[in-house]
């Protein structure tokens, strides 16, 4: 009970020494013997922890999901540090030979930072086109006197908009974007401004402004894919496939375009695209499968879209990986619902056992292999709903 007690509160071991609480117990049982730290921590709460550790792995017999650890990791923070980290997790609770189809789908690139690392290969070549227009947002956010000069010029301009300058940052492709997309808003304020200030000989010409114009039109697009990425507030999964092809396109687009520099900044990018999203992830594309409004038709139109010749070829491997992790998840959830019904509770899992252990998923597979049985019809409900029409 003491061992409960410290874990359940997060109470320091040394709990058990405290003068009120040897007094409490004796005085509740006069023949009460104290116990020692070492008895506490080294013995109870470890025994408590192994008890509990137990009952996971038999939880995690049936794939239900579960958070194993939070660790921290050490630099360097390369891939395949985190993967040993992650397998070291997984050999700890005997999970190493139980992922889902062999753990092939387990790795999924981060998509908001591999498309960081293909913009930036593209701002790389543009920084030095850019250089007077940075260099004119710096000048003006130095001091505060010049940001009040400048707002005065902004004012008599009648340029409206409540967002001011933002300098750009090395590390960030989208600093450099929004740095743009603000300067450009007050592209005839730096104008006055340089009528005011003489020590001000960074004024980009209309040359300039033209260029960071394409540039900024450029960016957009990855601006809001980013953004879409790096949603919280709803599913992301499903929007991978359609974004990436999109990246592609315009990609494609810009490769081929009349301007000079946006044609070598998109074909830098080619590069790391091609180096990380040549094959698009298989499991994401799983993602937007499962999306009604998409299923198959749209990712066989997609992929039309950038090689007919291999589109149907494409969008068959995909099909047959999500079959394979849909029969996987039901043999094995069924078989761990049956096999589940012949473990013998022990006294402390009838105490805190919660109707919602029940796994619902196999009772869901159960009754369409019932439904299944006997009929005509053979499919399951993953080739009903790709066949039906999005």
Not at 108 to 120: D, E, Q, S, W
Not at 182 to 204: G, I
Request: hydrophobic letters at 35%; aromatic letters at 10%.
């Amino acid at each position: 009970m003491t061992s409960e007690l410290i874990i359940y509160h997060d109470l320091p071991f040394r709990y058990v020494k405290y003068e009120k609480v040897r007094a409490r117990d004796k005085y509740l049982n006069p023949k009460c013997v104290p116990i020692c730290r070492q008895t506490a921590a080294a013995a109870d709460v470890f025994r408590k922890y192994e008890m509990e550790k137990a009952k996971l792995k038999r939880l995690f017999a049936n794939l239900k999901s579960r958070i194993l650890a939070f660790c921290e990791i050490k630099p360097p923070h390369t891939g395949d540090e985190i993967a040993k980290k992650v397998l070291g997790c997984l050999k700890e609770w005997g999970l190493e030979n139980k992922m889902p189809c062999n753990g092939k789908f387990l790795h999924v690139r981060c998509c908001a930072h591999i498309l960081n690392l293909i913009v930036k290969e593209g701002i790389e070549l543009a920084n030095s086109l850019l250089e007077n227009i940075r260099e004119s947002v710096r000048f003006v956010k130095a001091s505060q006197s010049r940001k009040d000069a400048f707002a005065a010029c902004v004012e008599s301009s009648g340029t409206t908009g409540s967002l001011g300058l933002s300098l750009d940052l090395s590390t960030r492709w989208n600093s450099t974007y929004d740095m743009l997309a603000r300067a450009l808003k007050f592209r005839m304020a730096f104008a006055s401004y340089k009528v005011c200030d003489r020590s001000y000989n960074t004024l980009p010409s209309e040359e300039e402004w033209e260029r960071g114009q394409k540039i900024c039109d450029f960016l957009k697009p990855f601006s809001t894919i980013t953004t879409y990425f790096s949603g919280v507030k709803y599913p992301t999964a499903n929007i991978y496939f359609i974004q990436v092809w999109n990246i592609e396109l315009l990609l494609r687009k810009y490769a081929d375009c009349d301007d000079e520099d946006l044609r070598l900044m998109a074909r830098r990018m080619q590069i790391e695209f091609t180096k990380y999203w040549d094959d698009y992830s298989i499991v994401l594309a799983m993602g937007a499968m499962l999306d009604p409004r998409f299923k198959t038709q749209i990712l066989k139109k997609a992929f039309d879209r950038l090689d007919p010749t291999t589109s149907e070829k494409k969008v068959k491997v995909i099909v047959q990986n999500l079959k394979d992790l849909y029969e996987e998840y039901t043999s094995k959830l069924v078989t761990g619902s049956s096999s589940s019904s012949n473990y013998s509770s022990t006294p402390d899992d009838l105490l805190n056992e919660s109707p919602l252990d029940d796994d619902l998923n196999a009772d869901l597979f159960e009754l369409e292999r019932s439904i299944h049985h006997g009929s005509d019809n053979t499919k399951t409900s993953l080739e009903l709903y790709l066949e039906a029409e999005a």
